[in-house]
């Protein structure tokens, strides 16, 4: 009795597609600056450049991943959906002509008074 999963997609990615690759999280290894629990499970969004047989994909990423592999299973992959929140607006800074800058504060989020025992 082999009954289709009424709840299971098929995943298809094509050419120009932005995917998020799954980091396989080993043990004790300090990946992308976290350790644990708190380590990424996916990164990017990275775009898709070659589909390499029915269920790889090649992606295009960056020189600092370029020790890890550039094909990937259909498993490994997310699907990106853009969308305009995702897009971050640079702050506008005032350079000196020594290319240093004043840094003000926004706001004071938390104030608080000690109270010493001998004071």
């Known amino acids: 009795m082999s009954e289709k ?4 997609k098929d995943i298809e990615f094509v050419v120009d ?3 998020f690759p799954k980091v396989t999280s080993m043990k004790g290894v300090m990946r992308f600056g976290k350790k644990g629990k708190l380590a990424p499970r996916y990164i990017g969004p990275f775009e898709v450049i070659d589909r390499v ?7 295009e990423l960056p020189p600092s991943l370029s020790y890890d592999y ?22 506008v800074v005032e350079l000196n002509e020594n290319l240093t800058f004043e840094e003000q504060p926004i706001a004071i989020v938390d104030y608080q008074m000690r109270q010493l025992r001998s004071k």
């Open 53 to 59: 047989g029915v269920v790889a994909h090649r992606l």
């Open 17 to 19: 597609d932005y995917v």
């Open 5 to 8: 999963d009424p709840r299971r």
């Open 70 to 91: 550039l094909v990937f299973h259909i498993s490994m992959l997310r699907k990106y959906v853009p969308d305009p929140s995702h897009v971050l607006q640079p702050d």
